[in-house]
């Protein structure tokens, strides 16, 4: 049982499998029996911008569960901590090619809620590019593998954001493992890196998260998942956009550096993996054949005639 200082009282069901920074327990609300998932913070501060998020998303009906209450519980231990309850929503990670597409279309949703007044950090074009810039200076020599098999490498870690690049409300780390695919609708869960900022961040990490220790490494299905949330992403924006391979590419070196970066600043702690890893899938996915990032509708066209896996393909 979870009594909240609001009021609210939890019945606990069960705990599921665990990160390192909260706490997550499903159950139901005593009073309405409604199903609710509850986090708990263990450390503190590091649900300020996931209950910003989350109660703007649902004031906005975004692509998410609905915030239930933010509150604060004590633990028998007597440690208070601060709590988020959202309704529970039950499904499954995005495991076929409908799942990744209902992915990017979820998080083209978030480009037509309004971000104004929202308690957000915003990042423009231009602190986006320079912080781009500071996490390529910061890994250094690290990034050689990469630098060594992309042959216009420079042109992919300077610090311009590709035109167009409105800013819009982004998720900051989306991927199967943050998405619930139910039915016919989704919802994006664990908004710790919620932020505004240009587009394009938001589909270029779940398109290099499909690379990126995928259930099925087989290179043609990496690239299948990749590019069916391409698809859903475009076809539900708000606006047309189609960037360019060129475009794309800068895009998906940025969500390679943020990942081997976090590592980077994580490594030696439990179950985080090496730097190394999220560089090599960044060099391989950039020194690839870079026809099958063409999103065009030409290019998707004469890529259903041509594009064939490598023999020499790794993984």
């Known amino acids: 049982m979870l009594r909240l200082e609001d009021g609210t009282t939890i ?4 705990r599921p499998v665990q990160g390192s920074r909260h706490e997550v327990v499903f159950g139901r609300e005593r009073v309405t029996e409604q199903e609710v998932a509850v986090k708990l913070e263990l450390i503190s501060g590091t649900l300020h911008v996931e209950r910003e998020a989350l109660r703007w998303l649902t004031d906005h009906h975004g692509p998410v569960p609905r915030l239930c209450t933010a509150s604060a519980t004590t633990l028998a231990d007597g440690r208070r901590v601060a709590c988020l309850v959202t309704e529970r929503v039950r499904g499954r990670r995005p495991v076929g090619d409908d799942g990744w597409r209902q992915l990017g279309s979820a998080l083209a949703k978030l480009s037509a809620i309004p971000w104004a007044g929202s308690a957000l950090s915003v990042r423009d074009a231009a602190t986006f590019g320079r912080e781009h810039a500071e996490r390529v200076a910061a890994l250094g020599l690290r990034l050689a593998p990469a630098a060594a098999r992309v042959p216009d490498w420079q042109s992919l870690i300077g610090p311009r954001v590709p035109d167009p690049a409105p800013l819009v409300l982004t998720h900051g ?6 998405f619930i695919h139910h039915d016919r609708h989704g919802s994006l869960i664990d908004w710790e ?5 240009p587009r394009g961040l938001d589909i270029a990490r779940a398109m290099f998260l499909a690379f990126l220790r995928p259930e099925d490494p087989a290179p ?16 539900d924006l708000d606006e047309p956009w189609v960037p360019s391979v060129n475009d794309l590419r ?48 030409e290019g998707e066209r004469a890529l259903e005639r041509t594009l064939t896996v490598s023999p020499n393909a790794r993984r």
């Open 250 to 297: 800068w895009w998906l070196t940025v969500a390679g550096i943020q990942f081997a970066f976090r590592r980077w600043e994580r490594e030696g702690q439990d179950r985080v993996r090496p730097a190394a890893e999220a560089v090599d899938v960044l060099a391989e996915m950039l020194a690839d054949d870079p026809g099958w990032l063409s999103l065009s509708p």
């Open 220 to 235: 043609e299905r990496c690239r299948a998942r990749a590019r069916c949330a391409a698809r859903g992403y475009l076809a």
């Open 193 to 197: 890196e919620a932020q505004v900022a």
């Open 173 to 178: 780390d989306p991927g199967p493992g943050n």
């Open 11 to 14: 019945v606990v069901d069960r």
